[in-house]
């Protein structure tokens, strides 16, 4: 085609526009309007309508531009077929992508976690004495329990996803573990008999938090103590940093692993909790935030 | 209790700047544009084994990149383009692997206006289908936004990296070609 002008849906004919993009140049410009190109004498307004055709069919003309093909094609034999063809063209299309439009429609879009190679989960919510809670599960077991006090649901997905784990809400899926939970903080259930998903928890945590495991109801030991555990005394700082990655904190007890002085040393959803945690299991406390000596199981 | 919690958790909280942006979990961002995105994989592919492995490669490279592109960034476009790009490189990996196919539908899809009239409308369907098909990369998929997923030029521009200008350009060229190629055929 001869011309090249720009079709708005700016009803508004002669309206001074600006190219934002980063493509273009950034001057003004001023962009003819269909009825000042074709009332130029040296254009052919029959030109001017079969190039604004396109935009005219797929609803890019404003109103007064869209009027002003409608009428010329109106009195002009040639720009009418031309305008028939285009609009028969149009249906054409709309006929082409009906199956398609059905079909896709019906079609299941393939799991985003098996297209990524990523374990899926599901996740739900609960209210417990520590607060909100978000619970993870995979077909394995627990993968996750939030304090979402502490983070929000996008940052505990986030953290899932960075384990290889893609996660969607389906309550009914936690409902087990949410069971489980209560039963513990109404101080009925002293062991958990959930299975576990540490899926992309890495190997060293993993040991930590085999030993934490291990730690009864009540009890508290030491992080020297589960270093020497793991079979590496000494690595107490290297054992607090795995503990504060538990992905499944209360269900495995990294709560009842305290500094050596009593006091209560970091915790994931704060250390108020883990004195909460500690009282619902009986620890004794010296004081209001150090743990009775005697209660070291050291 | 829940005072104390807000207290604990305070550090950051307290010094009344607004909290950074954060982009959603991947997943989130899937759950809101994923189904459009998989639409559109079918109507640019037409059957649903490409459309799946259209959709597929682009969860695939979004997903890989998807820390490090800005939290404030426009997903929807951004996926857009993945599987745009995703496309438009397929078909230029098919046309060089298996030239002769393309010249072959090149010939099936310019039949001449005297052997044209004598198809019904069935075959004039499938014509233009296959001639969509045909039409560079980037026209096909500025057309299939704009007419079939109604998206407005700056969406569709972003899509392309280039300017709305030239979204548009794209999109009534394509139209344009067929209107050619279906001349006489389509005039009533």
Partial sequence: MAMNFHTSDNPGFGTERTMTSNHSSSAAYREPSLLELASRPEVDPCDVACDAMPGYVLGDLGKLESAWVHEHAEHCGYCRAQLEAYQSLDSALDTCAAPVTTACSQAKPPSVAQALGLKEARFGFMESILGPLMIATTDTGVCAIDYLEHGDRDSSLRRLEERGILAQEQQQFVQPVIDQLNEYFARKRTKFFLPLDLHGVTPFTRSVLDVANQIGFGQVVTYGCVAIGIGQAGASRAVGNALGRNPVPIVVPCHRVIKSDGSMGWYTGGSHLKHRLLEIEGVRFSSPSVVNQQALEI | ?188
């Avoid at chain 2, 259209?54 to 979004?62: C, G, N």
């Avoid at chain 2, 233009?128 to 704009?146: D, G, I, S």
């Fill in chain 2, 1 to 188: 209790m829940t005072e104390l919690v807000t207290h604990l958790n305070g550090p950051g909280d307290s010094n009344g700047s607004p909290p950074p942006v954060v982009a959603p979990p991947f997943s989130v961002m899937i759950d809101r544009v994923g189904g459009e995105i998989y639409r559109y994989a079918w109507h640019l592919t037409r059957n649903q084994a490409d459309a799946d492995d259209l959709y597929q490669e682009t969860l695939i490279k979004a997903f890989r990149a998807y820390d490090k592109l800005p939290a404030d960034a426009n997903h929807r476009a951004w996926m857009y383009r993945i599987a745009s790009n995703t496309f438009i490189s397929d078909k230029r990996k098919q046309k060089r692997d298996n030239p002769l196919t393309e010249m072959m539908e090149q010939t099936l899809t310019t039949g001449t206006p005297d052997h044209a009239r004598g198809l019904d409308a069935r075959d004039l369907l499938h014509e233009v289908e296959a001639f969509v098909e045909q039409l560079p990369p980037k026209q096909r998929v500025a057309l299939v936004m704009r007419k079939y997923h109604g998206h407005d030029y700056a969406l569709i521009a972003e899509t392309l990296d280039c300017s709305e200008v030239a979204a548009r350009a794209n999109v009534h060229e394509g139209l344009r070609k067929l209107r050619q190629a279906f001349a006489d055929r389509l005039e009533v």
